[in-house]
């Protein structure tokens, strides 16, 4: 099957800082998603992107199809932004996750 | 537009009981639904997918079983709980694709499960 590798595992930011996170996939896939996971345990969509760039006030996300990889972009990082950012692709019916990167952001 | 909802939220069940959660989903038909579980850590674990009533695939031989008995409706079921079964289950939904399949999958709110 699919894997998908996200990177870093961990990360831990000021309020303010910005940040990339990255996810790879080892092969072709039908779509893409970006997943927010909060103190909860709800799992929030934010971004469906199998190519292309998407902007959502201050996260972006990036997908290279052809290399495989996508990247999440958060700017001016907030508490709020605190949780897993989790990587989703779907080659067919079935999703595959990454491990997830849990970000803390302190105030 | 279309929602997601399980029950229940929370869950304590002693070994050796029996489970039912439940999932259904709104304002769409015959989606496709998962059944994920999260144990303490990060990783996302999917147990079982169905494409359509009474199609159940399962992706991890294991204690439970899922049954899809109308379109949007998903359950997950054990007869005997073990303590291994402690985690946070989710279900999702995407679109089938004699629909407009995207593959786009939304969660439910997660039902947390303790097995003393």
């Known amino acids: 099957g699919i894997q998908v590798e996200q990177s870093p595992p961990d990360l831990i930011l000021q309020e303010g800082a910005n940040s990339t996170l990255r996810c790879n996939f080892s092969?072709?896939?039908?779509?893409l998603q970006w997943f927010h996971q909060n103190p909860w345990g709800q799992l929030i969509n934010l971004f469906y992107i199998p190519s292309g760039t998407k902007q959502n006030g201050r996260l972006s996300a990036t997908t290279v199809a052809t290399e495989r990889y996508s990247l999440l972009y958060i700017s001016s990082s907030q508490t709020t932004d605190s949780g897993v950012y989790f990587c989703?692709?779907?080659?067919?019916?079935?999703?595959?996750f990454g491990r997830g990167t849990s970000l803390i952001v302190h105030p | 537009s279309q929602t997601i909802h399980q029950w229940p939220a929370t869950l304590v069940q002693p070994v050796g009981s029996p489970l039912s959660l439940e999932c259904t989903v709104e304002g769409t038909s015959n989606p496709n639904l998962y059944w994920y579980r999260q144990a303490a850590g990060r990783g996302l674990q999917l147990l079982f997918y169905?494409?359509?009533?009474?199609?159940i695939s399962s992706e991890v031989p294991q204690n439970l079983s899922a049954s899809r008995p109308q379109d949007r409706q998903f359950i997950l079921s054990s007869k005997k709980l073990l303590l291994s079964d402690s985690g946070f289950y989710l279900c999702a939904w995407s679109a089938g694709r004699t629909g407009s399949y995207t593959g786009e999958l939304f969660f439910g709110e997660g039902s947390r499960l303790t097995v003393l």
């Open positions: 169905s494409v359509g009533i009474g199609q």
């Open positions: 989703a692709v779907i080659g067919s019916y079935i999703p595959t």
């Open positions: 092969d072709s896939v039908n779509n």
